[in-house]
């Protein structure tokens, strides 16, 4: 399975644009990793949560990547 970084930069490619920087790659598939592993944690940590008070601090998967990531951009 391709990393959305590994589909984007293919993308490109196909369409004659070559951003092949190994290095640059290579740094944005492990910003990716970090994030599915933050996610993964958060999600551990939540569901602990709803276990012990049956609630969340996220109200769904969109939450969290509004709050996460979309703050972020601004």
Known sequence: MKTAVEWL???LYKQGISLYT?????????LFENQ???ANEEGFH???????NGKS???S????????F???EQ
């Open 57 to 59: 601090k996220f109200e």
């Open 70 to 72: 979309k703050q972020q």
């Open 9 to 11: 930069v293919d993308e």
């Open 36 to 38: 599915i592993k933050d």
């Open 61 to 68: 998967p969109k939450d969290y990547y509004n709050k996460t």
């Open 46 to 52: 939540s569901g602990q949560s709803m276990a012990h």
């Open 22 to 30: 190994p290095e640059l790659i290579a740094e944005a598939n492990k």
